[in-house]
Nanobody, 114 residues
Framework: QVQLVESGGGLVQPGGSLRLSCAAS????????MGWYRQAPGKERELVAR???????IYADSVKGRFTISTDNAKDTVYMQMNSLKPEDTAVYLC????????WGQGTQVTVSS
């Protein structure tokens, strides 16, 4: 079992930045894949970024150059630094992990608005 606890969402103006955190209940060394999806009202769930075996990183085209996913193995935490935020980034962001099966966090709201 893997429990995921997210934090760091909020309200930010266009062009601003936020950092999301996702703390795992076990060592992330043993977790195949971790990352973030987002779900906006009326839209399909979108895979934003993922990191595979702590090395391979893949981003959605919509966030390349603006978002950065990283890990802190000592804290068993995955981060996503989000810069140059746009109104279309507004969504609930969900942390996920794949370790024999999928696990999901509770989601954190990110709202980009002036």
């Amino acid at each position: 079992q893997v429990q995921l606890v997210e934090s760091g969402g909020g309200l930010v103006q266009p062009g601003g930045s936020l950092r999301l955190s996702c703390a795992a209940s076990k060592s992330i060394f043993s977790i195949n894949t971790m990352g973030w999806y987002r779900q906006a009202p009326g839209k399909e769930r979108e895979l934003v970024a993922r990191i595979i075996y702590g090395a391979t990183i893949i981003y959605a085209d919509s966030v390349k150059g603006r978002f950065t996913i990283s890990t802190d193995n000592a804290k068993d935490t995955v981060y996503m630094q989000m810069n140059s935020l746009k109104p279309e980034d507004t969504a609930v962001y969900l942390c996920f992990a794949i370790h024999l099966r999928e696990y999901w966090g509770q989601g954190t709201q990110v709202t980009v608005s002036s």
